[in-house]
């Protein structure tokens, strides 16, 4: 473990063609350098970061596949740090520094001093197999997208006469591009999962729960097979932006609980799907769904609960290789009997 006198925060503003370095060395800031975002820049970049018997903490923002690679090509390396830090976290830190400007080497310096002063989680890089299966998720979740638009001006152009007929079968031909297109990646996706033991465990795991089918189960593990794998489960449900978030100020101000939403979108909205069909086939939580609804929570809060839950199962079930078992998660009330209570304060919240 290195003494925090021998670390040196750098912070690096990731773009399409140039990556920004802030870098303050022994106390004394470095003059801004600019590296290519390519290969032989990454290379550069690494060459120039590391010094003997001095460590590098680096920190970038987590904003898309541009930063994939540097952080690829600066983790694990002799002398190096990697944390890949939340865009928001980044931004509400921007601004508790009152930097009123956005310029890349003023972002650049911003992510120096985050790294200076913000606790520090390391960037575990995925393995090869979970990168190309978030890859192919991700794209399978923009063709759905593209799919369900084009859905809709398929329905509005067979609703308009003045829509001419060449424009309906441009559409259509669309439309079957994109279905083969999802239906093509998606096998490509499950041959990837297939050829990994620990990937292929989980995906099995993941069908054993009601609710999550097999498009449901690509895309909820494309996104949790990418995470460090000594996260907890409460820093699962922050990374999805699932944790609550509470607004009290003095005696007066009060504002309704609401979820965080400062994580990953692409998991909350795999999870959706298989809690709306979770509360209607899966007894268990069917039953913890109707206790929070006679609580007093809105229909809504009460989905977004479920999905919580089953992340937590989801979890349990990656952790003890172990399928879904819904008394688990909560008890139906003839269980509860001999068991105890049924639910806690924490989790009706």
């Known amino acids: 473990m290195h003494k925090s006198d021998s670390l040196d925060p750098c912070g690096i503003e990731v773009s399409a063609h ?10 004394q800031l470095v003059p801004l350098k600019m590296f290519p975002n390519t290969p032989a820049g990454h290379q550069a970049l690494r060459r120039w970061l590391r010094r003997p018997g001095r460590t590098v903490r680096v920190c970038l923002e987590s904003t898309g596949l541009y930063g994939l690679d540097v952080a690829l090509a600066l983790s694990g390396q002799a002398g190096l740090e990697v944390m890949v830090a939340n865009p928001r976290a980044v931004r509400h830190f921007a601004t508790a520094l009152m930097e009123r400007s956005k310029t890349d080497p003023l972002d650049a ?22 990168l190309e299966l978030h890859a192919l998720a991700r794209r399978i979740t923009a ?9 809709n001006r398929w329905h509005a152009a067979h609703a308009s006469q003045a829509i001419p007929a060449a424009v309906r079968r441009d559409v259509a031909r669309s439309l079957r591009a994109n279905r083969q297109a999802i239906a093509r990646l998606t096998q490509e996706a499950c041959r990837v999962i297939t050829g990994d033991p620990q990937l292929r465990l989980q995906f099995a795991l993941l069908l054993t729960v009601c609710g999550i089918a097999r498009r449901s189960t690509v895309q909820i593990l494309a996104e949790l097979a990418v995470l460090a794998p000594d996260l907890l489960v409460r820093q699962w449900v922050a990374h999805s932006g699932l944790d609550p978030r509470e607004y009290r100020s003095g005696s007066s101000v009060h504002k309704k609980v609401r979820i965080s939403k400062s994580g990953n979108r ?7 799907m298989p809690a709306l069909v979770a509360v209607r086939h899966e007894p268990h939580l069917r039953a913890f ?18 999905m919580r839950k089953l992340l937590h199962a989801i979890y349990g079930m990656f952790k003890h290789g172990q399928p879904f078992d819904g008394s688990k998660v909560c008890r139906l009330p003839e269980e ?10 924490a989790e009706a919240t």
């Open 18 to 27: 140039q990556l920004h370095v802030a870098l303050r060395r022994d106390e």
């Open 109 to 130: 310096a911003v992510l120096r001093e985050f790294a200076a002063r913000m606790p520090f989680q390391r960037w575990t890089a995925p393995s090869p197999a979970a």
């Open 143 to 151: 063709l759905v997208e593209m799919h369900t638009a084009e859905k």
């Open 266 to 272: 692409h998991l909350r909205r795999a999870l959706y």
């Open 289 to 306: 769904y109707q206790h929070l609804l006679g609580q007093g929570k809105a229909k809504k809060q009460a989905l977004v609960a479920v």
């Open 336 to 345: 509860a009997v001999v068991a105890g209570p049924i639910f806690s304060t």
